[in-house]
């Protein structure tokens, strides 16, 4: 058992790409754990795509020891996305620390997701240490930018720790910053056992390794143990820390950070923020746990070339075993067979579920176009939410849409504000607040549909900064708006996988844009193909995709001019059986093309 007071946990918080997974690398080499044979960078970063995108999906911890002054610290680390996306895992990590580590890039200075991380530690009630990295790059303004971060996040700029995650160089003031200034978990060892599982793991062998901060108690292996919020009682078969490979323990007393197993089969078999305590003397006082991740974007997967339903739902389950904060549930489609309609946290992590998809499992899929939730409120009183525009009633049923409503903080040089307010207001947003962090930095605040975000906003948004403009959001409810089902024809029969909500007043333009789009990238075929974009029965837009044709009359060579009549009509007659009978191939790229407001 370790002392209380020798025991140190935190997680490392930033904007993305500010080098937390590169600092975590650092103090796993100061503190001796990892030697420089086995080191490798991202260490943590256990999966293959994290490595290649170079950016953290899942937070990641490990326990080192540190000597300072003649005593042995332990200090548990917890690595955490940068991207909104994952903020949840944040709010995880967070759950199970004392102390955040706010890294800032020397050169980029405090962004979007750096504010938002903060704040979240702030009310958290967190004890913070400002973190000024790559301090060994060219530009770096490590004073500058402590200064800055002193005026936006309200961190005192003299307490900055100064580092380099590349070279090492202030690693050593970091270590002894984290020992000094983050306070020693609180907790009574001899307690009733409350124990926090902050996160969850599919073991090949073993079933569910459940990642655990005890607050109370002592948790031994043998113990009898009840999940609190799912009802279960499960016996301990090993208990552990991650130093940073799993390593068993005797036990994990109150402050400590580690896993444990108890036969825990699968995901849906525990809760994530549930509570663990001794089945013969539980706790009377369970911890708050999380909220459920909420899923804001949803598409639908359904199997291409190749595969069958049975192999895409195959590898659906064995991908949800390994990330439960995505969903699937079955749907039908006339155009593409039986699919699966999946929910998301964010654009990111849906192009991660599909090249996990097809790298882990070897499936091809087609994958529609992403929608977000809209609110329906009927004319007879009952709300419901929709996930899809094929869920969306009749609307002579309909008396009012409410799309989701997000707050937008971007944070931008001050010569960009022009293009960037402008961008917002293409995007319908409505101006908040503007706040001046410095003579180059400005922070502008927006309301604006989720709609209007989730698909190439931050593209744009970097393209009119130059680079250097950054956002972050957070769903702050519904609002009703004018909102109306286009449906997209081909061949006169409506492709439900390509129907989309827009508001009405984009709904022509985007309609032309989409149907135009459509035209280019499916291919012709030995008959007439129509392209049509309907709001009900009113056509807004029409293309053509014109035949395949073969001069039939090429072997007439004189003769009467009949002759070549009938060939041509017997042509004529053969292309509108076939349109009647034949069925178009739609590629993967046109269902995609949705995707684009600007299309």
Same mark, same amino acid.
């Given at each position: 058992?370790?002392?209380?007071?020798?025991?140190?946990?935190?997680?490392?918080?930033?904007?993305?790409?500010?080098?937390?997974?590169?600092?975590?690398?650092?103090?796993?080499?100061?503190?001796?754990?990892?030697?420089?044979?086995?080191?490798?960078?991202?260490?943590?970063?256990?999966?293959?795509?994290?490595?290649?995108?170079?950016?953290?999906?899942?937070?990641?911890?490990?326990?080192?020891?540190?000597?300072?002054?003649?005593?042995?610290?332990?200090?548990? *680390?917890?690595?955490?996305?940068?991207?909104? /996306?994952?903020?949840?895992?944040?709010?995880?990590?967070?759950?199970?620390?004392?102390?955040?580590?706010?890294?800032?890039?020397?050169?980029?200075?405090?962004?979007?997701?750096?504010?938002?991380?903060?704040?979240?530690?702030?009310?958290?009630?967190?004890?913070?240490?400002?973190?000024?990295?790559?301090?060994?790059?060219?530009?770096?303004?490590?004073?500058?930018?402590?200064?800055?971060?002193?005026?936006?996040? !309200?961190?005192?700029?003299?307490?900055?720790?100064?580092?380099?995650?590349?070279?090492?160089?202030?690693? /050593?003031?970091?270590?002894?910053?984290?020992?000094?200034?983050?306070?020693?978990?609180?907790?009574?060892?001899?307690?009733?056992?409350?124990?926090?599982?902050?996160?969850?793991?599919?073991?090949?062998?073993?079933?569910?390794?459940?990642?655990?901060?005890?607050?109370?108690?002592?948790?031994?292996?043998?113990?009898?143990?009840?999940?609190?919020?799912?009802?279960?009682?499960?016996?301990?078969?090993?208990?552990?820390?991650?130093?940073?490979?799993?390593?068993?323990?005797?036990?994990?007393?109150?402050?400590?950070?580690?896993?444990?197993?108890?036969?825990?089969?699968? *995901?849906?078999?525990?809760?994530?923020?549930?509570?663990?305590?001794?089945?013969?003397?539980?706790?009377?006082?369970?911890?708050?746990?999380?909220?459920?991740?909420?899923?804001?974007?949803?598409?639908?997967?359904?199997?291409?070339?190749?595969?069958?339903?049975?192999?895409?739902?195959?590898?659906?389950?064995?991908?949800?075993?390994?990330?439960?904060?995505?969903?699937?549930?079955?749907?039908?489609?006339?155009?593409? !067979?039986?699919?699966?309609?999946?929910?998301?946290?964010?654009?990111?992590?849906?192009?991660?579920?599909? #090249?996990?998809?097809?790298? #882990?499992?070897?499936?091809?899929?087609?994958?529609?176009?992403?929608?977000?939730?809209?609110?329906? *409120?009927?004319?007879?009183?009952?709300?419901?939410?929709? #996930?899809?525009?094929?869920?969306?009633?009749?609307?002579?049923?309909?008396?009012?849409?409410?799309?989701?409503?997000?707050?937008?903080?971007?944070?931008?040089?001050?010569?960009?504000?022009?293009?960037?307010?402008?961008?917002?207001?293409?995007?319908?947003?409505?101006?908040?607040?503007?706040?001046?962090?410095?003579?180059?930095?400005?922070? *502008?605040?927006?309301?604006?549909?989720?709609?209007?975000?989730?698909?190439?906003?931050?593209?744009?948004?970097?393209?009119?900064?130059?680079?250097?403009?950054?956002?972050?959001?957070?769903?702050?409810?519904?609002?009703?708006?004018?909102?109306?089902?286009?449906?997209?024809?081909?061949?006169?029969?409506?492709?439900?996988?390509?129907?989309?909500?827009?508001?009405?007043?984009?709904?022509?333009?985007? !309609?032309?844009?989409?149907?135009?789009?459509?035209?280019?990238?499916?291919?012709?075929?030995?008959?007439?193909?129509?392209?049509?974009?309907?709001? !009900?029965?009113?056509?807004?837009?029409?293309?053509?995709?014109?035949?395949?044709?073969?001069?039939?009359?090429?072997?007439?060579?004189?003769?009467?001019?009949?002759?070549?009549?009938?060939?041509?009509?017997?042509?004529?007659?053969?292309?509108?059986?076939?349109?009647?009978?034949?069925?178009?191939?739609?590629?993967?790229?046109?269902?995609?093309?949705?995707?684009?407001? #600007?299309?």
């Amino acid at each position: 058992m370790v002392k209380l007071s020798l025991i140190r946990n935190f997680s490392i918080v930033a904007h993305i790409d500010h080098g937390k997974s590169t600092l975590a690398d650092r103090i796993l080499e100061r503190t001796g754990v990892i030697s420089a044979r086995d080191m490798r960078e991202q260490f943590l970063d256990d999966m293959d795509l994290e490595r290649e995108m170079g950016i953290t999906i899942k937070a990641n911890r490990a326990t080192v020891p540190y000597d300072f002054e003649d005593r042995t610290y332990m200090l548990n *680390l917890l690595d955490t996305p940068g991207h909104v /996306d994952f903020h949840y895992e944040v709010s995880r990590a967070l759950a199970a620390c004392e102390g955040v580590l706010v890294v800032v890039d020397a050169t980029q200075g405090v962004q979007a997701q750096t504010v938002a991380n903060a704040y979240l530690a702030a009310e958290a009630d967190r004890e913070i240490i400002l973190v000024v990295n790559k301090i060994d790059l060219p530009a770096a303004r490590p004073e500058d930018i402590a200064l800055e971060a002193e005026q936006v996040l !309200g961190l005192d700029a003299a307490e900055a720790v100064f580092t380099s995650a590349k070279t090492g160089a202030g690693v /050593d003031e970091l270590l002894r910053a984290i020992v000094r200034r983050i306070p020693p978990p609180t907790g009574d060892p001899g307690g009733r056992l409350r124990a926090l599982i902050y996160d969850a793991k599919p073991d090949p062998h073993r079933g569910i390794i459940s990642h655990t901060r005890v607050f109370d108690g002592t948790l031994m292996r043998g113990d009898r143990v009840d999940l609190v919020a799912v009802g279960r009682k499960y016996q301990v078969t090993e208990v552990g820390k991650f130093m940073p490979k799993p390593t068993p323990v005797d036990s994990l007393s109150a402050g400590e950070v580690g896993y444990l197993f108890a036969g825990i089969k699968t *995901l849906a078999d525990v809760n994530i923020g549930d509570t663990v305590t001794h089945s013969a003397h539980p706790t009377d006082n369970p911890l708050p746990g999380y909220a459920p991740p909420q899923q804001m974007v949803f598409c639908d997967f359904y199997p291409g070339v190749g595969c069958t339903t049975a192999q895409l739902r195959e590898a659906m389950e064995k991908l949800w075993l390994n990330d439960s904060s995505f969903t699937y549930v079955t749907v039908s489609s006339d155009a593409l !067979g039986i699919g699966f309609r999946c929910g998301f946290l964010g654009l990111l992590h849906m192009r991660i579920i599909q #090249e996990r998809l097809e790298r #882990e499992s070897d499936i091809a899929v087609v994958q529609t176009a992403p929608t977000v939730t809209y609110e329906v *409120l009927r004319k007879d009183g009952i709300s419901k939410r929709i #996930e899809s525009p094929s869920e969306l009633p009749d609307m002579s049923e309909v008396q009012e849409i409410r799309e989701p409503v997000v707050d937008v903080s971007m944070l931008i040089p001050a010569e960009s504000v022009g293009p960037a307010m402008q961008l917002s207001m293409d995007r319908r947003g409505k101006h908040q607040k503007t706040e001046y962090l410095s003579p180059t930095r400005v922070m *502008l605040i927006y309301k604006m549909p989720l709609c209007e975000i989730i698909y190439d906003f931050y593209d744009k948004l970097k393209t009119c900064t130059r680079g250097y403009g950054t956002a972050d959001y957070e769903l702050s409810g519904y609002q009703a708006g004018d909102m109306v089902r286009m449906d997209i024809l081909v061949n006169g029969v409506p492709i439900d996988a390509l129907s989309v909500i827009v508001h009405s007043d984009k709904a022509t333009v985007r !309609g032309r844009k989409l149907i135009s789009r459509l035209k280019k990238e499916i291919g012709r075929h030995m008959f007439e193909i129509p392209l049509q974009a309907a709001i !009900g029965a009113r056509i807004i837009a029409r293309e053509t995709i014109p035949p395949f044709r073969k001069d039939v009359t090429a072997k007439c060579y004189g003769g009467d001019v009949t002759r070549k009549r009938k060939l041509l009509e017997k042509q004529k007659e053969g292309k509108r059986r076939m349109k009647t009978v034949g069925n178009v191939s739609i590629p993967q790229e046109a269902f995609m093309s949705v995707l684009d407001p #600007e299309n």
